[in-house]
């Protein structure tokens, strides 16, 4: 693909792609920042404190709440806050 095609292909300056090949061509380990890593490092929660949440949210779902997934991220942020405490 030439420079002009992948310009207007993915709508970036011609200038842009051609300093970002140059930096990669004269450093190899130059990082162009795209390498995404999945998933947290860690867990976040115990394994004791993960059936207590998945028994609260049953529970709810059980009594027709609708729990968002912004929901249990709040929920799942107060119980690691009692834990800790």
């Known amino acids: 693909m030439t420079f002009r095609n992948a310009c207007i ?17 004269l450093d190899p380990s130059y ?3 795209n390498k995404v890593a999945l998933g947290p490092i860690s867990k976040v929660l ?3 404190e ?5 028994s ?3 529970l ?8 968002t997934s ?7 942020y107060q119980l690691y806050m009692f834990w800790i405490i």
Do not use: C, H, W
């Open 70 to 76: 912004k929901d249990l991220r709040k929920i799942a």
């Open 46 to 48: 115990s394994t004791a």
């Open 56 to 58: 609260y949210l049953q």
């Open 60 to 67: 709810m779902e059980g009594r027709l709440f609708g729990l």
């Open 9 to 25: 292909e993915f709508n970036v300056p011609k200038s842009t792609l051609e300093r970002k090949i140059k930096q990669k061509n």
């Open 50 to 54: 993960e059936p207590e949440l998945l």
């Open 31 to 33: 990082d162009t920042g």
